[in-house]
């Protein structure tokens, strides 16, 4: 079992950034893809971004944020982050991490098995 922590959620105006943070625990995450997800009012959950595991070499975003999201991991401290630059107001949503145990990237939430509570992130116009 893995239990999912999502912090660095906040609100910042339109052009600004954050840097969300997935802290894991109860086991090692080293070799489990992650995600990022996020749920705006009135919307269906979105994939965000994908790594796959140990050295996060692949790396994958949906194409509203690619370029301006950045989805990296730290193994030694069983944590994923998800760079967020140049935000828009249609960024605002609740941020979530998850993770799939079956290797490989997936755009689909219902391949992912263990899920945070989320975070919420609000851009500002």
């Known amino acids: 079992q893995v239990q999912l922590v999502e912090s660095g959620g906040g609100l910042v105006q339109a052009g600004g950034s954050l840097r969300l943070s997935c802290d894991a625990s109860g086991r090692t995450i080293i070799d489990y893809t992650m995600g990022w997800f996020r749920q705006a009012p009135g919307k269906e959950r979105e994939f965000v971004a994908g790594?796959?595991?140990?050295?996060?070499?692949?790396?994958y975003y949906a194409d509203s944020v690619k370029d301006r999201f950045t989805i990296s991991r730290d193994n030694a401290k069983n944590t994923i982050y998800l760079q967020m630059d140049s935000l828009k107001p249609e960024d605002t949503a609740i941020y979530s991490c998850?993770?799939?145990?079956?290797?490989?990237?997936?755009?689909?939430?219902?391949?992912?098995?263990?899920w945070g509570q989320g975070t919420q992130v609000t851009v500002s116009s």
């Open positions: 790594i796959t595991g140990w050295t996060g070499r692949s790396t």
């Open positions: 998850a993770t799939k145990v079956v290797a490989g990237i997936s755009r689909w939430a219902e391949d992912y098995n263990y």
